[in-house]
């Protein structure tokens, strides 16, 4: 069992930045994957970033692509996701997930999940 704990989350106004973290609990894996998803109220959580822990390729979802970078740092245990250029629809929950094996946006296929960090854009 793997524990995940977030950080970053905050107000910040339309097209500026923020920066999450997620610390891991205990070793990783080689064959770790981490992944970012978010829900906004009312709607159902949707698939945002996702890299594998010894880093590389990395996964966009296109709402975010060219504004959002994920990345990892072993040493610290600790994923990040970077957000720039944010905007009011970029307001949600933001969670960070972990599974063995490849990389996958389909959220139930992900064993470990954070407790989410409220993000929230002003226009």
């Known amino acids: 069992q793997v524990q995940l704990v977030e950080s970053g989350g905050g107000l910040v106004q339309a097209g500026g930045s923020l920066r999450l973290s997620c610390a891991a609990s205990?070793?990783?894996?080689?064959?770790?994957?981490t992944g970012w998803f978010r829900q906004a109220p009312g709607k159902e959580r949707e698939f945002v970033a996702a890299?594998?822990?010894?880093?590389?390729?990395?996964y966009y979802a296109v709402s975010v692509k060219g504004r959002f970078t994920i990345s990892t740092d072993n040493v610290k245990n600790t994923v990040y996701l970077q957000m720039n250029s944010l905007k009011p629809e970029d307001t949600a929950v933001y969670y960070c997930?972990?599974?063995?094996?490849?990389?996958?946006?389909?959220?139930?296929?992900?064993?470990?999940w954070g407790q989410g960090t409220q993000v929230t854009v002003s226009s």
């Open positions: 997930a972990a599974k063995l094996g490849l990389y996958s946006d389909y959220a139930p296929s992900y064993d470990y």
């Open positions: 205990g070793r990783t894996f080689s064959n770790l994957a």
């Open positions: 890299i594998r822990w010894s880093g590389g390729s990395t």
